[in-house]
């Protein structure tokens, strides 16, 4: 089937370290996106990338990297300079102007 | 599950009864319009959507009503279901290709069984 692939569902982390978060699609889509969600807050746009080896800044960037190598994968890296990295991480992806396609998410949690 | 939505506003309908999810949104550019359903611990998932040449548009058991004067857009869910307790979010972009869409802050509905 088709889809989007967040993995780990659950990931900890100790203060001060960075830490990747994967993100795979199998649609074909050529634009993918990170999306961090806070109880409350909606979902608040961290990346984004068009194309493969390009990709955008967000509203919420800092903190955070990203790459795009290949069409299928957008990790992001939740850097030690992310000051709150504790949330619900959502990747999406989409083809043209139709809507954005979710993974299921990843929740990090750093003490 | 996750803990979204924590302070969220809150729409209880009675199960069978019909439930109505506002969304005000702020772009006056904006012209393509997304429901999404989030259930705990689980990613948004597409409901139905709609474009500013449109006032209405239905799908099954779902309607979303635009109106772009007063940059109003609506869902409406009929015989509402305990299936359908969930957080809803409305999202909306300019219609030109990967634009980021911009989301709302939900609305949780809870049904009562």
């Known amino acids: 089937d088709g889809g989007i692939t967040q993995s780990p569902k659950y990931l900890f982390r100790k203060e001060g370290q960075n830490v990747t978060l994967s993100c795979e699609q199998n649609?074909?889509?050529?634009?993918m996106y990170w999306y961090r969600q806070d109880p409350g807050q909606g979902l608040r746009l961290i990346y984004y990338?068009?194309?493969?080896?390009?990709?955008q800044k967000g509203d919420i960037a800092e903190g955070y990297s990203v790459s795009r190598e290949k069409k299928e994968s957008f990790p992001l890296t939740v850097t030690s300079a992310q000051k709150n990295p504790t949330a619900f991480y959502l990747c999406?992806?989409?083809?043209?102007?139709?809507?954005?396609?979710f993974g299921n998410g990843t929740r990090l949690t750093v003490t | 599950g996750e803990s979204v939505g924590l302070h969220l506003p809150t729409l209880s309908v009675q199960e069978g009864d019909n439930s109505i999810i506002n969304c005000a949104y702020s772009n006056s550019a904006s012209d393509y319009f997304i429901w999404y359903k989030q259930e705990s611990g689980k990613g948004p998932q597409f409901i139905i959507d709609i474009r500013s040449n449109m006032d209405k548009r239905q799908g099954q058991r779902v309607t979303v009503l635009l109106n772009k004067t007063v940059k109003h857009l609506s869902l409406q869910i009929a015989a509402t279901q305990p299936g359908d307790s969930a957080v809803y979010f409305c999202?909306?972009?300019?219609?030109?290709?990967?634009?980021?869409?911009?989301f709302g802050k939900g609305t949780r509905l809870s049904v009562i069984a």
């Open positions: 649609l074909n889509h050529d634009a």
């Open positions: 999202a909306e972009t300019p219609y030109s290709g990967n634009t980021p869409l911009v």
């Open positions: 999406a992806s989409k083809a043209g102007g139709g809507p954005l396609h």
């Open positions: 990338s068009q194309i493969v080896n390009d990709f």
